[in-house]
């Protein structure tokens, strides 16, 4: 890994890296624009901007089917993101990258067709503080095929509880779903420990890494989990795109979940014969830009390197835990061991929403709401929070405009 940020003039770096993104420079409401929304999608760099107006108009063809120069050129193109991503994750193969529309959908991958290989009995373990993408298809898993829900309880501080944890796990755990990072909390979790766990007991694991490949470096092989999850919109790249990391040795074994163009080897009306992963998994036509960008900005990321990346991000999300703290009025909602990216927390007496529609005013972007992950919100008895959550591209500015924005809101409140 590169060494963190120049010691000498780490603002300057950070300006450097701001200038990547020409949004961050457009007023809103007339206002500066201190985009703290990252959780839920991050802004682009002008490189993942730029490959998709390149791939539309110089490259656009339809992949793995054409026999002319276009097609030719968009199939290497889509491959060769593939084969980026199985370097950015440290997959052992391409084949192991399957694009999908995001993590939601790589999830539901797994519960539809990793999903038919469970029997009535067996359990699917996940946490109290999943996202309901981690939580939905397990259920709908349950409803179909009879297998048992357990979900692990999280502590007052927001981490999953260790003991809960292991006393959950048993021969009859088929498969472990677990967030690396919580999207409502910015808890990590240990899961290199918890997929050791989950290993010992037979089961497969499957990571939500949705909140966590923009801000850490992950390594699939070495962490030897089963399946990854993630989003391209949150790691600087296009909407619409994902990826599922799956060992070749369970994918192989895995059964398609839909049907269509692509994923064939053979089609007659008696039956159909399947191509092998990731094609299998991967009917119609792919988002072959988005996928593009994907590749683009694993590019950017590792060209600015996770060690400056995690320096800043850990400086910045203390700076504002601090400035929080110092506020009477503000109280944090989870204060988890480990964090990344996301401080949740709830103006006394003043609801969420109207929280966030000040801030907007002031140019503030954040999230107000229940984040998707209704159980989290239930557990600390609240509606929803405010979610301020950072990118690299995040300043100190930006957090003292979140601040005296905050102030306003008490003043308006009372
Ligand atoms: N999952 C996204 C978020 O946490 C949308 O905001």
Known sequence: MKSG???NDPESAIKAWRKAFPILFLPVRGKRLAYLDNGATTQKPSTVIESLERYYGETNANVHRGVHDLSERATAAYEQARAGMADFIGASAPEEIIFTRGTTEAINLVAWSYGELLNPGDEVLISALE???????????RDRRGITLKVVPITREGDINPDD???????????????HVSNALGTVNP????????HAQGAVVLIDGAQAVAHMPVEVQKLDCDFYAFSGHKMYGPTGIGVLYGKSSLLERMPPWQGGGDMIRTVEFERSTYAPPPYKFEAGTPHIAGAIGMGKAAEYIRQVGFAPIMEHETILLDYALQQLQSLEFIRLIGTPQVRSGAISFIVTDVHPHDVGTILDHHGVAIRAGHHCAMPVMQFYQVPATVRASFALYN??????????SLQQVREMFG
Not at 131 to 141: A, E, G, K, Y
Not at 165 to 179: G, I, P, R, Y
Not at 191 to 198: H, L, R, T
Not at 396 to 403: M, N, R, S, T, Y
């Open 131 to 141: 996202h309901h993408s981690n939580i939905v298809p397990w259920q709908m898993l």
């Open 5 to 7: 940020l120049p010691q």
């Open 165 to 179: 944890f292991s006393s959950a796990l048993s021969e009859k755990t088929a498969l472990v779903a677990l967030a």
């Open 395 to 404: 300043n100190h500015e930006d957090v003292d405009q979140l601040i005296d």
């Open 191 to 198: 899961i290199a420990d918890m997929i050791a766990q989950a």
